[in-house]
């Protein structure tokens, strides 16, 4: 069992920045890889970024490629999205969610097993 609490969201200006956190319980973190989603009103849940169990992997939604970075610290059982050039776009509940031994692209919701309950980025232009 994997619990996901996501922090670190808030407001931002368009062209600021924001970095949100995702802690995990749990000793096997290093066994999973991460994806951050986010959902705006009336949208359905879309994939932002993914990074592989050991970190060495990375990919990205073409709407953010080049914008936001993730990265993981498996000592701290904790993935980041470092969210930079915000735009009022993407503004959404952003949501952490965890693959055991997961491979590959990341983009696809169902191949998660765990998910956190989300924090509200608002970016005003």
């Known amino acids: 069992q994997v619990q996901l609490v996501e922090s670190g969201g808030g407001s931002a200006q368009a062209g600021g920045s924001l970095r949100l956190s995702c802690a995990a319980s749990g000793r096997t973190f290093s066994s999973y890889a991460m994806g951050w989603f986010r959902q705006a009103p009336g949208k359905e849940r879309e994939f932002v970024a993914h990074?592989?169990?050991?970190?060495?992997?990375?990919s990205y939604a073409d709407s953010v490629k080049g914008r936001f970075t993730i990265s993981r610290d498996n000592a701290k059982n904790t993935v980041y999205l470092q969210m930079n050039s915000l735009r009022a776009e993407d503004t959404a509940v952003y949501y952490c969610a965890a693959r055991y031994l997961g491979t590959g692209w990341g983009g696809r919701l169902n191949e998660y097993n765990y998910w956190g309950q989300g924090t509200q980025v608002t970016v005003s232009s």
């Open positions: 990074i592989s169990w050991s970190g060495s992997s990375t």
